[in-house]
C-alpha cells in the first residue's frame, strides 16, 4: 500500500499540483490525471519499471497494450515510423481530442507498453492539465482508463480513488469528465483504417474526413484489437438492455427481476418510482454517455442486483455507448 493523495488541479494553484505529479512521473511513480473523455492513469512510457506498474495497480493482463500520450504532434513523428497521409489528415484535424491512432513504432518503447506488438496507439488528449502535465514532464506518458481492469471505466476523481486508492500516488482531479466515454482508436497501419474501438468521436466525423470506415466487429477481425478480446465495462450487477422507449420490452424486465433491488438508466421509459428501484434518468441522450459509467458505479455501491438500462439511438457518440452497453451486458 501506499498513500493516495487527490489533488485539486482546478483550482489557483493547480500549477504547482501539475508540478509535483510531474515529478512524481519522472521518479517512476503513477499520477491519474483528467482528459476528456474519462481519467487516464499517468506513468513514463519509456520507463519499463514505471509501466509494469501500471500493469499492476490495474490488474491489467499483459496482452493489452497502452496508449502513449502526447502533447505535441512532434512527438507523434518521433514515435511512428512512417505517417500515412490519412494518418497526418486525422491527427491535422482531430487532434488534440478523442482519437486514438495506432501506427508502426519505431523501436524505442519498452515492450511492455506496445504488448511486444510492432504498432503503438498514440493520442493527444484534448484536456489542459492533461497537455501541461504531459508538456511539463517533457515526452509521451501512457495513459489507460485509471480503473481495475473489467471495471467500468473512471469518470471522476473519487472512481479512481475508489479502484487504485492505496495503488498509486497522485489523482488530479478537475472534476468530472466531460465526454464520459474513452477515446475513439482507429488503426491506419492498413491502407484501409479500420476502427478498433467505437468511442468519443463519432464514425460520422471519421468519414468526413477519410471516406467510409468499418470496425473490426464488421470485418470480422477481432484479433487486431487486443482490448477487446477481454471482459470490460462490467459492474459487479448483471445488465441488461431494454428497447428504446418499449414500456412493454421494460414492464416485462421488471417483472422477470421483481423481489430484487433493480436499477435502472433510462432517459425516456419511466419505473414511476416503483418502490424499491433506483432510477437514474438522463433528461437528454447527449448526457447519456457522461452519466453511464457513473451510474453503473453508483447503482452497483447502492446495492442493485440487476440494473436495466434503456439502450439509445446508434447515432453520433451513441454507437460507442450502445457499443460499451452490450458489452457490460455479456456475461463472462
Ligand atoms: O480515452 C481514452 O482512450 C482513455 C484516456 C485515459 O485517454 N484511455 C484508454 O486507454 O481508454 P485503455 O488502455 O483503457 O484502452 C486502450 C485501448 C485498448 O482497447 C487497447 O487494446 C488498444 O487501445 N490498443 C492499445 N495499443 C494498441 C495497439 N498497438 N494495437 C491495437 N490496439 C491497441
Ligand atoms: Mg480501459
Redesign the pocket.
Known sequence: MIETTILNAAAGDADLHIRAAADVLRRGGLVAFP?E????LGADAFSAEAVAKVFEAKGRPPD????V?IADIMYFFEIAETISPIAQKLADKFWPG?L?L?VRHRKQFPSIV??G?P???V?M?KHPIALRLIRLFGRGIV????NLSGKP?PTTAQHVYDDLGGKIDIILDAGPTTIGV??T?I?VTTETPVI??L??LPRMDLESVIGAIVTTREANILQ?????RHRHYAPRAPVELVRIGDNEDFAAALARHRGKRIGCILHSLSSHGVMGNLDVIAATIEEYPGLLFESLRALDQRGAEVILVESIPEVGVGEAVMDRLRRAAERA
Open positions: 482528459t473523455t474519462v481519467y487516464g493489452n497494450p497502452l496508449i500520450h478523442p486514438t495506432v506496445v504488448a506488438l504498432t503503438v496507439a493520442r488528449p495513459g489507460p482508463s485509471a471505466s474513452e477515446s482508436v488503426d478498433l474501438r468511442g468519443g487486431r484489437s487486443p482490448g477487446t
